[in-house]
């Protein structure tokens, strides 16, 4: 089949020098003629330079400089891409034989489709695999990150309308992009694993759960400011879970009917409690549970509340 759909992948590479040379070669060896590889470092002290440059024969761009981290690395490479499909793959992660010409020959079939993702191996320091199929779910989504980054694939011309990745966001960066790419355009599952996402101590998402909720926190915040949750909006003010820090919004086309905002919510409402308990913010989480009694998540809240010995309040006063 002719290659005719140019692919950019973008690797944003810091000190990850025990890892990247996996993760090149599984980009510069796809086989794959229509590729351009950008490598954006920025300023390892480690060996990840040496590694970089045995490569750049068959990198289209690489440097090595400073930078404000993650999501400024992967911008400055998806702002510099000329591909008709891009994609991120971090410098630990590694993508699966003949991926990019498998997930081409899918967007070459379907031209309406503007996203493509698919299944991933994840892989463990004592050498197990984990295969994870995961479908999106509009429902699901809001109240669970269930996609793996590296398996995704949309076409650039979608930053056109939706901006890049939004640096502020540490953790959640690519969750934040999901939510603008997957409620607007249309989307399509293979049932291939396109990546290997490796699991380890050293990465990034392994070191601060309470980081990672917060910034959940804020995408959601966003999600219901822009998808008719209004209604819903001064209960998760009261319970101290909906973040107004900024007034961002997002373009969504994706219509909910009343029920499922009301069951989206529901869900949201007790795990941001359990979220609570967990970091000990014991008094936090029982107000939000106490809510939780009068939703369709009673059973949930109550069962938790039994579990870990949490009082129960008869009258409940949010706007206390």
């Known amino acids: 089949m002719p290659e005719s759909l140019k692919f950019s992948i973008i690797t944003p590479s810091y000190n990850q020098?025990?890892?990247?040379?996996?993760?090149?070669?599984?980009?510069?060896?796809?086989?794959?003629?229509?590729?351009?590889?950008?490598?954006?470092?920025?300023?390892?002290?480690?060996?990840?330079?040496?590694?970089?440059?045995?490569?750049?024969?068959?990198?289209?761009?690489?440097?090595?400089?400073?930078?404000?981290?993650?999501?400024?690395?992967?911008?400055?490479?998806?702002?510099?891409?000329?591909?008709?499909?891009?994609?991120?793959?971090?410098?630990?992660?590694?993508?699966?034989?003949?991926?990019?010409?498998?997930?081409?020959?899918?967007f070459a079939k379907h031209p309406d489709v503007d996203v493509v993702y698919g299944n991933v191996w994840q892989c463990y320091p004592d050498k197990t695999e984990k295969h994870i199929n995961k479908k999106f779910n509009p429902k699901q989504f809001l109240t669970g990150i269930n996609l793996h980054q590296p398996s995704v694939f949309w076409r650039r011309k979608l930053h056109d309308e939706v901006g890049f990745l939004d640096e502020a966001l540490y953790y959640t960066m690519d969750y934040d992009l999901w939510l603008r790419l997957f409620y607007k355009y249309k989307s399509l599952k293979t049932d291939s694993i396109l990546s290997k996402f490796r699991c380890h101590e050293e990465a990034k998402t392994s070191n601060n759960p309470k980081g990672i909720y917060l910034d959940y926190r804020k995408c959601v915040s966003r999600f219901f400011r822009s998808a008719g949750f209004d209604q819903h909006i001064a209960t998760l003010r009261a319970l101290k879970i909906f973040d107004h820090s900024d007034s961002n919004k997002y373009q969504i086309t994706h219509q909910f009917t009343e029920k499922s905002k009301q069951e989206i919510v529901d869900e949201y409402a007790f795990n941001c409690a359990v979220q609570e308990y967990s970091f000990g913010n014991v008094a936090a989480s029982n107000k939000i549970l106490n809510y939780c009694l009068t939703t369709s998540y009673k059973k949930q809240a109550r069962r938790f509340m039994l579990k870990n010995n949490l009082g129960v309040r008869k009258v409940i006063n949010l706007f206390k």
């Open 17 to 106: 020098g025990q890892y990247i040379e996996e993760t090149l070669l599984s980009v510069v060896n796809q086989g794959y003629s229509n590729l351009e590889y950008i490598v954006i470092d920025g300023g390892s002290s480690d060996e990840s330079i040496a590694v970089i440059q045995r490569h750049a024969d068959k990198i289209a761009f690489w440097e090595s400089k400073k930078d404000k981290g993650q999501s400024d690395a992967i911008n400055k490479g998806l702002k510099m891409a000329t591909g008709d499909i891009v994609a991120w793959l971090n410098s630990d992660d590694m993508y699966t034989e003949n991926a990019i010409r498998r997930v081409a020959a899918i």
